[in-house]
């Protein structure tokens, strides 16, 4: 199971339209799942709730403060998802394109998505990764470590 990732910005945006802290935690609940590229800021949907829970239990009877809560889920760290892992499955079809090459029809493993690429050496060229989910693409031994 991977991690359920929220956008910290959305984080933040939902926290201060928030009233109190059980408001806060039903909009971090409702906020989407993302599947941040590496350069996004992506924090634990799990992290960013238990951090406003234990606030919660801390502060009991206090005013809602926005702004400590904010300054707590902007010390959390960015999350970064392991990128899936996965391998073309070849077929046989092929088609031969303008220049003479052979083209290979391949599938991912992960989303079964139809992918084209040349061959060498029994290998689909410039085929790391699956234009469709971006998965990262393995030799099939190497998916079973
Ligand atoms: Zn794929």
């Known amino acids: 199971m991977s991690e359920d990732l929220i956008s910290r910005d959305a984080v933040l945006d939902a926290c201060s339209q928030s009233y109190d802290i059980l408001d806060a935690m039903g909009r971090i ?24 829970r234990e606030m919660e239990e801390w502060h009991t009877g206090d005013a809602f403060n926005a702004d400590r809560v904010l300054k707590h889920l902007r010390d959390l760290p960015t999350v970064t998802p392991q990128p899936k892992t996965g ?15 052979f083209i290979y029809k391949f599938i991912c493993s992960e989303c079964k998505s139809l992918s084209y690429f040349r061959k060498s050496n029994k290998k689909a ?21």
Do not use: Y
């Not at 391998?87 to 090459?101: C, K, R, V």
């Not at 790391?128 to 393995?138: G, L």
């Open 87 to 101: 391998h073309w499955i070849q077929t046989n079809e092929f088609f031969i394109n303008q220049d003479g090459q």
């Open 125 to 145: 060229i410039g085929a790391n990764v699956c234009p469709n989910c971006r998965c990262r693409m393995v030799e099939p031994q190497e998916s079973e470590g």
């Open 29 to 52: 609940e409702e906020l989407p799942s993302v599947n941040p590229k590496p350069c996004e800021d992506a924090i634990s949907r799990q992290a960013a709730i238990s951090t406003i």
